[in-house]
């Protein structure tokens, strides 16, 4: 059974910074593209990040461009969205997304009809 847990988010103020985790399962890591999602309230889900960890080639969403980064730990099945300087509308439920790719595959814009197994999310709120 595929399993993706977030975990790291939290309150912090404009300009701070927050290190967001995805604990994968059940399934091969290598074979799977991983990403990172965000939604507001009131709005629309939006691919923020992506990552393939069969050649460790990501994709970034031009609006956090240079403020986050996607990274993965294989031997711990986790990808991380490391967050910094971050803004009052960087504000929203992030959520981590796998499907099932193929050996070689490298990242792509991350669109969420794309994905088929979902983690629960985790709350990120950054005050003004």
């Known amino acids: 059974e595929v399993q993706l847990v977030e975990s790291g988010g939290g309150l912090v103020q404009a300009g701070g910074s927050l290190r967001l985790s995805c604990a994968a399962s059940g399934f091969t890591f290598d074979e799977y593209a991983i990403a990172w999602f965000r939604q507001a309230p009131g709005k629309e889900r939006t691919g923020v990040s992506c990552?393939?960890?069969?050649?460790?080639?990501?994709v970034i969403a031009a609006s956090v461009k240079g403020r986050f980064t996607i990274s993965y730990d294989s031997a711990k099945d986790t990808v991380y969205l490391q967050m910094n300087n971050l803004k009052p509308e960087d504000t929203a439920v992030y959520l981590c997304?796998?499907?099932?790719?193929?050996?070689?595959?490298?990242?792509?814009?991350?669109?969420?009809?794309?994905?088929?197994?979902w983690g629960q999310g985790t709350q990120v709120t950054v005050s003004s």
């Open positions: 990552i393939s960890s069969s050649d460790g080639s990501t």
């Open positions: 997304a796998a499907r099932y790719t193929h050996l070689g595959w490298s990242a792509t814009t991350p669109y969420d009809y794309e994905y088929d197994y």
